[in-house]
């Protein structure tokens, strides 16, 4: 059974820092990419960002220049670091795994910026 896990999510004052990760159980081949989504309340979910299996990173224009997305492959890992954190960047957090017959999502963990 595959199994996405999150951690790292708190309450963290405006222009401060974070970092999210998701870890992966279970044996998931074939992985083409791994990706972060949020979602505020009363809001659709959201593309964060992408980390591909060929090393490529993608941004939203939202968190370009203030999020950095790393994977660790052999321990099945993917983070997000985040900093200069605005409180518009509250939200759920999601890591999601793409593979080629298969998606996963992670039960999300929640960042709340706030002074």
């Known amino acids: 059974q595959v199994q996405l896990v999150e951690s790292g999510g708190g309450l963290v004052q405006p222009g401060g820092s974070l970092r999210l990760s998701c870890t992966v159980s279970?044996?998931?081949?074939?992985?083409?990419?791994m990706r972060w989504y949020r979602q505020a309340p009363g809001k659709q979910r959201e593309w964060v960002a992408t980390?591909?299996?060929?090393?490529?990173?993608y941004y939203a224009d939202s968190v370009k220049g203030r999020f950095t997305i790393s994977r660790d492959n052999a321990e099945n890992t993917v983070d997000l670091q985040m900093s200069s954190l605005k409180p518009e960047d509250t939200a759920v957090y999601y890591c999601?795994?793409?593979?080629?017959?298969?998606?996963?999502w992670g039960q999300g963990t929640q960042v709340t910026v706030s002074s």
């Open positions: 999601k795994v793409v593979a080629l017959r298969n998606e996963y």
């Open positions: 980390v591909t299996r060929s090393g490529g990173r």
């Open positions: 279970g044996s998931i081949s074939s992985i083409s990419s």
